[in-house]
C-alpha cells in the first residue's frame, strides 16, 4: 500500500475508531492508538486490517496487525496479537476506517491549490504553453514540456524529458522520464469504486496513485484512474493509444503495445510484452501473462496464461476463434 | 416534450406554415394562428402535430391538435377536428415546422454570450477555478463547486451542492442537487439526429433538454446529448463511469451503475437499479428493465425483462451464454 | 503522398543517407543529392524510395527512383535506373531516411508558435470565444466561429462558413467549407506508428494530414489521427458522432454516417454512403465497399464488398447473423 500523496490524520484513539463503526466491544484497549489502516500483510502492531474474504485466510494467520474488521466465521483464523472487529460488512467498514485517517482521498473536487505557472518557479525551468495551472506538491524534472491549458493538479511528480500535450487534467501521479503524454487526458482521478446504497451511494477512499514509468506513451482523450488501496501501474516503455480506459488498481507491465479504445477493468494485471488490439476490453481482476496477444475487439473474461494468442468474445485461443469464424 | 431552455418563436399564421413546406390545401384556416408543434397527445387545439406510423394510430384518433402533418395512407386515423397535412416525408417536414418554431434549437455553436464567472454574480456564490466561463440564462445553487477552464453554457440550472470539474462544457441541462460532474465532459449538445440528404445532410431540431437527477455522478470524459422531441435522463443516484456515451432521449432510471466506455443509442429506456458491465452497447429505442444486469462488452439489441441477466453480441440470458461459452 | 506541411530539410548527398543506415555500399553516387523519400510509384529519379513487400512488385519493376531499400530477395525485381540498398528491416529503414528529411513530423510536442487570437489578424475576421490560440502557417476563411479554449495549432487550413465548438486540439489539418468540429476533440495529431524496440520504442515519422471535406460534422470527443506516409481523410458530408476514434491513414467516403464510439483502425478504407452502428470497429488495412451498413457492435476483421449489410463480431452477412442468434 502505497501514499504518498494523502496526508495520514491519524494516530486515532482505538475508542474513536470503535464509534465510528456503532459496535461495542468490551476492550481494555480504548486508550491505545491506532497509526495506520493497512492490508493484512503490511500492517505492524500499530495499525488496523481488514480480512474479508477466506482466500487470504494464509496471510491473516500471520498478521502483525493488533486490530482486524472482519466477520463472525473468519474471526478465528487471526492470531492471538489480533483483536477482531466483527463487522456486518468489512469492506464498508474498511472504507469508513479509511476515510478517517485519509479523509482527502474520498472526494475529487477541482483543485482549488492551482495557480498559472507564471506564479510559480517552474516558470523558469519548464517549456510551457498559455494558460497551464500547476497546484501544490508538484515536482517537475528537467527539460520538460507542458502544453496549452494543461492543469498539473496537486500531488503530482514529472521526471526529466517529459512532453505533456494540451488540455489535460493530472493529479496523485508520478511520470517517470522520457514520458510523452498527448492531449485530453485524464489521469490520477479516483477510480469507480464505491458500495451501492440506496439513494446515495457511498464511495471509498482512493488513496493510491498512478504510476507511469520511463519512456511511456499516452495516446489523446486516455483516462487512467488512481488505486484504491494500491497503486495503478504502467510499465516501461509502453504505448497506450487514443481514447483508452484504464481503471484503478491496474498493473500493466513493460514494453506493451495497447491500441485505441481499449479498457481495462479494475484490478487486472497485464505482463510484460503484451498487444491489445481495439476495443478490446479485459474484465477486472484478472491476470493475463506476458508476451500475450489479445485480438482487437475481444472481450477477456478469464486469466491468460504467457505466450497465448486470444480473440472473441469471450475470448479463447486465437486459432479456435478464426477456425470457429470461417 | 418539454422545452423550458428554447424560444418558442410562434404564433404563426397556417398560411405561413404551408408555405414553409411547398404544399397546397385549399382551406379557409389561412389566417388561423398555431402557436406550437407538439406530439400527438399533449396538443392543443392551437397546435400543429404529427403522425408518422400506424403504431400511434389509437392516440392520432384523440389527438386535440387541429393539424396534423402525416401520409395519405394514415390521415383517414385523424378525427374530424383535426385537418390532414398531407406530405411527402412527415419526419422531415416535423422537422422544418420545429426548426421555425424554435431556430435556435438546430445548430450547437459556442456559446457567445458565455463571460467570466469573476464578471457574473456567481463570483460571490460559487467556489470556482482558473479560466470559468458561465453563458446566459444559468442558475447555480448553494455549495457548489466549479472546476478550471469549465464552460457552463447557456440553458443551465444547477442545484445545491454540485461538484462541477474541469474542462467541462455544459448547456442545456438542469442537474439537481449533490451531483458530481468530473472532468472533460460534454454535456447538453445536440444528438446525432438528421436526415441524410446527399451532399448536405439536414439536422433536425433538437428542443429537448439534459436531466441530471439527484446524487448522480458522471465520469471522465462523458457525453451526453439533450434529446430531440423529449428529454435524456439520468435518474437519482445513478452513476456513470468514464468515456460514456449516453445519446438523445435516453432515459435511465434510479440507482443504476454504468462502467466505462458503456454507450445508448438514441430514446432507449433503462431501469431502475440496473448495472451495466463496461464496453456493453445498447441500440436504440430498447426498454431495458429494472433490476437488470448487462455483462461487460454485451451488446443489448432486444428489449430486456425486469430482473434478468444477459451478456454476449447479442446479448441473452448470463446462464445460456457461459454454457455456450465454456 | 502529401505533406504540404511538413518541411521538406533535403536535399541529402548520398553519402549522407547511406551513413545514417550504417551500411557500406561500394558506389560512385556518393555524391549525388537526394531530394525526398516517396513510394514506390511517386518516386521521380531524384528519390530514394522503399520496397518492403513482394505484393508491390509490379509496381517496383517501374518505378523512377533512383535509390531503393529492400532487401536481398526482392531487390532482384527492381529496373536498371533504380540502386538497391539492401537493409535488414525495410520500415524501420524507410523512417529513418523519412525522419532525415522531415524531422519534425515525429514528436507532436505542444504548438509553442500558438498565441492568442486576439493577437492575430483572424481577431476581424472570425468570430471566436475566450482564450482561443493559433499557431503559425494557419488560414481561415469567411464567416467562421471558433470556441472557448479551443487550440488551432500550426499547419490549419480552414475553409469558409465552419463552426469550431470548444475545447479542440487541430494540427496538421486541412477542414473544407461548412464543416462542424464540435467539442474537446484531437485531429491531426501523430498515429500510433512506432516499431517496438525493447526499453524504447522507435517512433515513426507522419507526414501526412488530415483532410476534412465539405459538410462533414465531427462530434464531441472524437480523435483523428492524421497520416504517416498518406492521409486520413473524412468524404464530403460525412457525419461523425461522439468518441470515434480514427487512426492514421483511414480514408472514408462520403455521405457516410458513423455512430458514437465507433473505431476504425489505421489505414481502412472506407466508401461512400456506408453507415456504421454505434461502437463497431473496423479492423486495419481493411477495405469497406459503397453503401455497406455495419450493426452496432460489429468486429469488422475482413473486407467488405459493395452493397453488403453486416453484423456481429466478427461481421458476416446480417441475416446470417441474426438467423445464428434467434
Chains 1, 2, 3 share one sequence.
Do not use: W
Amino acid at each position: 500500500m502505497s501514499h504518498p500523496f494523502f496526508k495520514n490524520h491519524g494516530p486515532f484513539k482505538f475508542s474513536e475508531i470503535i464509534n465510528s463503526l456503532n459496535i461495542s466491544i468490551d476492550n481494555s484497549s480504548n486508550e491505545n492508538e491506532i497509526y495506520d489502516i493497512k492490508d493484512l500483510v503490511s500492517s505492524t502492531k500499530n495499525d488496523i486490517t481488514f480480512f474479508h474474504s477466506k482466500k487470504y485466510k494464509d496471510v491473516a494467520k500471520k498478521t502483525k496487525a493488533s486490530f482486524c474488521l472482519t466477520t463472525d466465521v473468519l474471526k478465528t483464523e487471526l492470531p492471538d496479537n489480533c483483536l477482531a472487529l466483527v463487522v456486518k460488512n468489512v469492506l464498508v467498514s474498511t472504507s469508513k476506517i479509511t476515510s478517517i485517517f485519509y479523509p482527502e482521498s474520498i472526494n475529487d473536487n477541482f483543485d482549488e491549490t492551482a495557480i498559472s505557472i507564471n506564479d510559480t518557479h517552474f516558470k523558469d525551468t519548464v517549456d510551457f504553453g498559455k494558460n497551464v495551472l500547476i497546484g501544490s506538491n508538484v515536482s517537475i524534472g528537467n527539460n520538460c514540456k507542458i502544453g496549452h491549458n494543461t492543469i498539473i493538479e496537486k500531488n503530482v511528480v514529472i521526471g526529466d524529458d517529459c512532453c505533456i500535450g494540451s488540455n489535460n487534467v493530472i493529479r496523485n501521479t508520478v511520470v517517470k522520464n522520457n514520458v510523452k503524454i498527448l492531449d485530453n487526458c485524464t489521469i490520477g482521478k479516483h477510480g469507480f469504486g464505491f458500495f451501492p446504497i440506496k439513494d446515495k451511494n457511498l464511495r471509498y477512499p482512493h488513496i493510491g496513485i498512478v504510476l507511469i514509468e520511463d519512456n511511456c506513451e499516452i495516446g489523446c482523450g486516455t483516462t487512467i484512474d488512481r488505486g484504491s488501496m494500491s497503486n495503478t501501474i504502467i510499465g516501461k516503455n509502453t504505448y497506450l493509444d487514443n481514447q483508452i480506459h484504464i481503471a484503478h488498481n491496474v498493473k500493466i507491465g513493460e514494453n506493451s503495445i495497447i491500441a485505441g479504445q481499449v479498457g481495462i477493468a479494475g484490478s487486472s494485471i497485464v505482463g510484460n510484452n503484451v498487444k491489445i488490439g481495439g476495443q478490446a476490453g479485459i474484465s477486472g481482476h484478472l491476470k493475463i501473462g506476458n508476451n500475450v496477444e489479445i485480438g482487437g475487439g475481444s472481450g477477456v473474461i478469464r486469466d491468460i496464461p504467457d505466450n497465448t494468442k486470444v480473440m472473441g468474445y469471450p475470448a479463447k485461443n486465437i486459432r479456435e476463434f478464426l477456425r470457429d469464424n470461417k
